[in-house]
């Protein structure tokens, strides 16, 4: 049982580790691309506001699909191998 969860504290440091990963480099990727995006069109906002405002947007979205893809998804396929290993 320790082994269990020593296997998990090391799991969910390393995959907290990716998560904060992907979020800074997904969010400066997004804010590049707004940037390139209000050079290109010229909006009557001011380039910091047209930025904040859609990092905001983009924020919420990113967050659920991180959640998924860093952490629940590796999280049931280890479960799901323990299983099958141990019990079926």
């Not at 995006?37 to 904040?52: G, I, K, M, N, S």
């Not at 991180?66 to 290993?85: E, M």
Request: some cysteine; overall charge positive; hydrophobic content about 50%.
């Amino acid at each position: 049982m320790i082994g269990l969860a020593r296997l998990a504290v090391i799991l969910l440091v390393v995959l907290t580790v990716i998560y904060f990963c992907l979020v800074f480099y997904f969010r400066a990727g997004e804010k590049d691309r707004l940037r390139a995006e209000w050079a290109r069109d010229q909006p009557p906002l001011p380039e910091h506001t047209y930025v904040e405002n859609g990092l905001r947007d983009y924020q919420g979205s990113l967050k659920r699909k991180l959640l998924w893809g860093v952490y629940i998804i590796p999280i049931s396929a280890i479960c799901l191998l323990i299983y099958l290993v141990n019990y079926a």
